[in-house]
């Protein structure tokens, strides 16, 4: 299916900071990340990254994130946005700024 760019330009998706990787111990495959998009305040996203990712792998990561998701609890957290990733063999790869470059890129910079 194709979609008109107006379509698209309804997605807000901008770089973010991983802060902070708290695994939710309740869950088998949850994390509660702790991530700066550059607001005001750091956003909560909680992800199904656990299988695949240790916290040590994510925090420091700056990777994309879709930024006017409605909000929605999860396990009893307040997500608020999504992680963007690839699906290769039903494993997500998560989608990270380039070593090399992304130090040039604050968080908030918004993907256009």
């Known amino acids: 299916m194709k979609i008109e760019y107006d379509d698209f330009s309804k997605l807000d998706i901008r770089v973010g900071y991983i802060k902070e990787c708290i695994d ?29 990712y240790t916290p040590r792998e994510l925090i420091g990561v700056k990777t ?19 992680l963007l990733a690839v699906d290769v063999d039903n494993e997500p790869i998560l989608v990270k700024l380039d070593k090399n470059k992304r130090d040039l890129v604050p968080p908030g910079a918004k993907i256009r």
């Not at 111990?25 to 299988?51: F, H, S, W």
């Not at 879709?66 to 999860?74: A, E, V, W, Y």
């Open 64 to 82: 994309l994130i879709l930024m006017n998701l409605k909000s929605r609890r999860i396990m009893g957290e307040l997500s608020e946005g999504m």
């Open 24 to 52: 939710l111990q309740e869950a088998d495959n949850l994390y509660k990340l702790i991530v700066d998009c550059g607001e005001d305040e750091p956003r909560q996203i909680i992800t199904g990254m656990k299988k695949y």
